[in-house]
């Protein structure tokens, strides 16, 4: 495996990364958006992680990972002219680790609206 070049160390430490708070719970990460940095950059971390990463799961998904610092790297595996973000977890956080501590979070149950069961139960 191939470490990333300075210039994208120094990319991904100058970047201001953003918590997914809609995971903090369950998958905690951060993530950095296309649009909202320096695009040449953007496009050599995808590249450099599509080709120097590794395979690896996500529950049935097959990922693409890198690992860097203790951080572990990856994108939604969209083809790179459609890829817009670009995630990071501690590698305690990743699927594999928690897989093998058994610290997998339990699956969530959709619950319907209120307003969607009462029009269900009018039949």
């Known amino acids: 495996m191939s470490e990333f070049s300075n210039e994208i160390v120094n990319f991904i430490e100058t970047e201001k990364w953003i918590f997914a708070k809609t995971f903090a719970d369950t998958w905690p990460h951060e993530?950095?958006?296309?649009?909202?940095?320096?695009?040449?950059?953007?496009?050599?971390?995808?590249?450099?992680i599509r080709e120097f990463g590794y395979e690896g799961k996500f529950y049935s998904k097959t990922m693409i990972y890198f690992d860097h610092n203790g951080f572990i790297y990856w994108t939604m595996c969209a083809p790179i002219k459609e890829t817009i973000i670009i995630n990071r977890t501690q590698k305690e956080n990743s699927y594999k680790e928690r897989l093998k501590n058994g610290t997998l979070p339990a699956p969530t149950i959709q619950v319907q609206s209120n307003k969607k069961r009462s029009n269900n139960n009018r039949h």
């Open 31 to 48: 993530y950095i958006v296309r649009e909202r940095v320096d695009e040449q950059f953007f496009l050599k971390m995808v590249e450099h």
